[in-house]
């Protein structure tokens, strides 16, 4: 094997799908783009890795609640685009042509253009390694969407498209907790 720098180990661990997470600080909506996510257990628990340094940021801390947005692999222009920018000069949503759909929970605006939405208060803020931990409120899913492809972000400017979807759910489901 070839030795990588440590400096470039976390392209090896890509986490979970690149998604748009929605804020409103009450009387303007923004987009961010994040690239780490996680699922905390078999729960409506997720968390994300952001800070000070994005503009969505301080309406995450003052009103604690979001949208994560999932958008297809079709999407891919626009998550790079809305992550190349700051919402304190640019409206995202006008700019990139995204289309906000009123939550039932919270304040922040679903992506109409997204595979699926998930609606969010903010649960906790470990502020040490700028991880926002949040729960779930609601879930929603577009099946009409033809895309169904997720992007994951390796970190070093490439992504990587989801393929084909393989079941084995028969063979796990003795192993998964009950309800699950």
Same mark, same amino acid.
């Given at each position: 094997?070839?030795? *990588? /720098?440590?400096? =470039? ?5 890509? /986490? ?11 009387? +303007? ?20 890795? @952001? ?9 995450? $801390?003052?009103? $604690? ?17 809305? #992550? @190349? ?13 995204? @289309?906000?759909?009123? %939550? =039932?929970?919270? $304040?922040?605006?679903?992506? %109409? ?7 969010? $208060?903010?649960?906790?803020?470990? +502020? &040490? ?7 779930? *409120?609601?879930?929603?899913?577009? %099946?009409? =969407?033809?895309?169904? +492809? ?13 393929? !084909?979807?393989?079941? !084995?759910? &028969?063979?796990? =489901?003795?192993?998964?907790?009950? #309800?699950?």
């Amino acid at each position: 094997m070839k030795q *990588l /720098s440590l400096a =470039r180990a976390f392209t090896l661990l890509e /986490s979970g799908p690149v998604v748009f997470v929605t804020t409103s600080d009450g009387g +303007r909506h923004n987009v961010m783009t994040i690239s780490w996510t996680m699922v905390v257990d078999f729960t409506p628990t997720f968390a994300i890795t @952001t800070g000070p340094w994005n503009f969505s940021y301080a309406a995450l $801390r003052r009103c $604690r609640e979001c949208v994560i947005a999932i958008p297809g692999a079709d999407l891919i222009d626009t998550v790079v685009g809305v #992550g @190349t920018c700051s919402g304190a000069d640019t409206d995202k949503f006008a700019t990139f042509g995204l @289309t906000p759909v009123k %939550g =039932r929970h919270v $304040r922040a605006p679903l992506i %109409g253009e997204c595979l699926a939405n998930i609606e969010c $208060r903010v649960l906790d803020l470990v +502020r &040490k390694h700028h991880i926002v931990v949040l729960e779930g *409120l609601a879930a929603y899913v577009d %099946g009409s =969407r033809n895309e169904k +492809r997720t992007l994951h972000a390796v970190g070093d400017g490439t992504f990587i498209v989801d393929g !084909r979807r393989i079941d !084995r759910r &028969k063979a796990m =489901r003795p192993r998964l907790p009950a #309800g699950v």
